[in-house]
């Protein structure tokens, strides 16, 4: 079954190469990115995870925890982990889970047999301090993610969490957002100090609140 936006993601224990994590108690009051890859020892894969490393400060600023998961087992982990290291310039600094029996990938649906057989596909899971699934990206083996989206999208989130905003097209951190159409005009200057410009009746932006 298809883990969908809004669902409470499945808990799972795993071993990982920073030891067992129980996915809900490490999550904790944070958020998570769940994250899988087709296989250790890859090409796009090693890209991928050394660009995760590099970005962690990044994870770490919006309060965000990144676990890496492929069906390969712990030793090839480790043993992979020294060639990103060299080749990408980083340090791998986030676990790495180790699914050889598939369990987790089922969980989640990462397996796409008509893709890629018996591999987990690029799939990502962002997921919020209360366990329920934020955002389902997919993507094939031959394409590598860019994890500056993946943060921008976090942005967003969060954000969207905490305020009756949306975000439009192509909109980044600092850029001005849409107001719900749950606001009233008459709500606007309470809710939104800074303002709002009606370009249309459904179509009203303001400022970034928080900044
Ligand atoms: C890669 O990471 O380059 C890769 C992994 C699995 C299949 C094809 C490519």
Redesign the pocket.
């Known amino acids: 079954m298809a883990v969908r936006l809004g669902d409470i993601a499945p808990d799972f224990t795993a071993e990982t190469t920073e030891g067992q994590v129980k996915f809900h108690e490490w999550i904790g009051d944070k958020w998570a990115v769940l994250f899988s890859?087709?296989?250790d020892f890859?090409?796009?894969?090693?890209t991928e995870l050394g660009t995760v490393a590099r970005l962690k400060p990044e994870f770490d600023k919006r309060n965000v925890r990144v676990i890496g998961l492929s069906v390969d087992p712990l030793s090839d982990h480790r043993e992979w982990t020294k060639d990103i290291n060299e080749t990408q310039n980083t340090t791998v600094n986030f676990p790495l889970i180790a699914d050889p029996d598939r369990k987790i990938a089922q969980a989640y649906d990462m397996i796409h047999p008509n893709a890629?057989d018996n591999?987990t596909v690029r799939s990502v899971f962002v997921v919020g301090p209360d366990k329920k699934v934020k955002l389902t990206l997919t993507y094939p083996?031959?394409t590598g993610r860019n994890f500056d989206e993946i943060l921008r999208t976090i942005d967003s989130l969060q954000l969207t969490s905490r305020f009756q905003v949306a975000t439009p097209a192509n909109w980044k951190d600092g850029d001005d957002v849409i107001v719900l159409n749950s606001v009233k005009d008459e709500e606007i200057p309470a809710k939104f100090p800074k303002g709002a410009t009606k370009i249309k009746p459904y179509l009203r932006t303001t400022p970034q609140p928080d900044k």
């Open positions: 890859h087709p296989k890859t090409p796009v894969c090693t890629l591999l083996a031959s």
